[in-house]
């Protein structure tokens, strides 16, 4: 996969457009928190998660700082989950009957169509958890990256309580995520291989890999896909 400086991958999530020059845990996660901002989709992006045999398609829209998902379990009624991102937090949306209301913490770890994907994976709430801290560098499929350490609030919702995060040291991009349960055991990896343009000077997430993991062993469980189509308006392709 090639970099170029200009790109902003979509972070979960879109995702981090800004340098991150400076190794300080706070700036690189603010950079990821912004650059949800800095990109537009107009008709949205259509997609699909897959496991195993099993395919559900969705339609992702980006405008600013509202971010959309919309998708159908079998065959059954849309199901629309959003995200709105603020300077300190982001706050989380559920529409039924063309009605908002807040998403039911409850609801945050319940997998996506039986994916292993989650509404708390959506939303990568974990880049606005204050406790973060560097831990040095590492290298991820041959790029040198920023080791982010963040820990979750007390009394904050989901099952993570521990996150790191991978961001690439020159272009701000996250390679790779993995999230802890409270006994440190792995729960969770994302792991991004492939974006596209979708615009000039605007590239986003073509596929992403999704794995659960059994804590106490740490065993790989089950992989999701996360793969969007490039859009008429792309023409180029993204590096690979």
């Given amino acids: 996969m090639n970099f170029k400086p200009t790109f902003a991958l979509f972070y979960l999530i ?7 020059q400076q190794p300080d845990a706070k700036t690189i996660l603010g950079g990821a928190r912004m650059s949800a901002t800095l990109t537009k989709v107009d008709g949205g ?12 398609d ?5 405008q600013g700082k509202d971010i959309q998902f919309q998708f159908s379990e079998n065959k059954g009624p849309q199901q ?8 300190a937090d982001v706050d989380l949306f559920e529409y039924k009957d063309n009605k908002s209301s807040p998403f039911p ?8 169509s039986n994916s292993d994907l989650t509404y708390e994976d959506l939303a990568l709430r974990f880049l606005y958890w204050p406790d973060a801290a560097l831990e040095g560098r590492e ?6 990256c920023f080791k982010i350490r963040v820990n979750k609030p007390k009394g904050s919702a989901g099952r993570y309580e521990v996150v790191y ?6 272009f701000g991009a996250f390679m790779r995520i993995r999230g802890h349960d409270k006994s440190g055991g792995l729960v969770k990896e994302f792991q991004v291989e492939d974006v596209m343009q979708i615009a000039k000077d605007t590239w986003t997430l073509r596929k992403m890999q999704v794995s659960t993991h059994d804590p106490a062993t740490g065993r790989r469980t089950s992989i999701t896909d996360v793969t969007f189509d490039t859009p008429n308006q792309a023409a180029p392709k993204g590096p690979r």
Avoid: C, Y
């Fill in 165 to 170: 995060v991978w961001v690439h040291e020159k």
């Fill in 45 to 56: 992006l259509k997609g699909n998660l897959r496991q195993g045999g099993r395919k559900t």
């Fill in 14 to 20: 879109a995702l981090l457009a800004a340098p991150a």
């Fill in 80 to 87: 629309i989950f959003q995200m709105r991102i603020g300077a």
């Fill in 139 to 144: 290298d991820v499929a041959g790029q040198s």
């Fill in 105 to 112: 913490e409850k609801k945050l770890t319940e997998p996506i």
């Fill in 58 to 62: 969705l339609m992702l829209f980006l």
